[in-house]
């Protein structure tokens, strides 16, 4: 996988664009008997000011950025635990959502946010089933995922994704997010016998095979925030954000000698709020620049950006 980010993961343009968002700087800009221009450092005349009249210093007025275009996005899985964070982060963003999911909605109890997401009952095996609501769409995010049996997790995990991404090519999707999983420094010949993990392997080189442009793979750790199963919601947040806390303020000297030994960042990779996940997948789909591999501290300086 080390080398499959390596050689994917990237960001066109200026260094770190992801985690540095463009800012525009303005300059006022005076002549004696004219009008005052506001203008942007690339040029473009934001706001005018007539200063014939002014004796004294104008206050320059506040200029005023377009607002990012609404973007229309299928969400693979919208009613999980990540799904739904997805789901809320693009609402917040002022998307328009649709989610692909065999149980349909979520509970009535899951949030007033359900009430504006579209939802499609069908499954990513039959591409008949849900084809037709890619038409036009900015985006796709697999949130697609599981556990069960080897053979279940190489279809859940890998074989799903591997079809979505496929579907959406046919309709000529612009962009495609999938949430995989960190790669926690588990020796490959394990990773291969799990299912998990060498579906998951699969689905991403689907992705950037497909989409080497505009194909975003996510690798978050153990992701954190009230996860409902059933009618149980486990507040997985009384444990992930405290250990959050004390790994990420591990002395550096400790943690470079022990992520030698294998899988030991199962023990020492930060866990991740499924918020900042969210945040992070809804800025890379409005960032054309954002594109490859986001490992755990390119996820959360992205969640911090604005697009």
């Known amino acids: ?10 960001v066109r343009g200026k260094a770190n664009p992801r985690h540095e968002p463009k800012r525009r700087e303005f300059v006022q800009r005076t ?12 040029g473009e005349s934001t706001a005018d000011v007539d200063d014939t009249k002014a004796e004294g210093p104008v206050e320059a007025p506040k200029a005023t950025l377009a607002a990012p275009k609404t973007k229309s996005v299928v969400v693979l899985g919208g009613s999980g635990f990540v799904g739904s ?4 982060a693009l609402l917040a963003k002022g998307a328009k959502v649709v989610s692909v999911n065999r149980s349909g909605p979520p ?7 359900a009430n504006r997401v579209t939802w499609i009952r069908a499954d990513v095996f039959d591409e008949d089933s849900w084809i037709d609501c890619l038409e036009g769409v900015d985006a796709v995010v697999s949130c697609i995922g599981g556990f069960g049996t080897v053979a279940d997790m190489e279809r859940v995990c890998g074989d799903a994704t591997v079809n979505s991404v496929s579907t959406a090519k046919k309709k000529s999707v612009p962009k495609f997010v999938f949430v995989s999983v960190y790669d926690y420094n588990i020796p490959d010949e394990i990773k291969k016998r799990t299912g998990y993990f060498s579906g ?5 080189e689907a992705v950037l095979r497909e989409f080497p442009e505009q194909g975003v793979v996510v690798r978050p750790g153990f992701i954190y925030g009230d996860k409902r199963v059933g009618d149980v919601v486990l507040p997985l947040g009384n444990v992930g954000k405290p250990l959050e806390g004390v790994l990420k303020n591990l002395p550096e000297g400790l943690t470079d000698v022990l992520k030698k030994l294998p899988a030991s960042d199962l023990a020492l990779a930060p866990p991740v709020s499924v918020d900042v996940v969210a945040k992070a ?5 409005y960032d054309p ?3 490859g591999v986001l490992e755990l501290k390119e996820i959360e300086r ?4 604005s697009s």
């Open 200 to 204: 998951k392997k699969r689905a991403e």
């Open 85 to 88: 964070g997805v789901c809320r």
């Open 302 to 305: 992205l969640s911090e950006a």
């Open 281 to 285: 997948i809804t800025n890379a789909i």
């Open 31 to 42: 002549r004696p008997g004219r009008k005052n221009v506001l203008r942007a450092a690339d």
């Open 1 to 10: 996988m080390r080398e499959m980010a390596s050689r994917a993961g990237h």
């Open 107 to 113: 509970p009535s109890d899951g949030g007033a946010w």
């Open 289 to 291: 620049d954002v594109s």
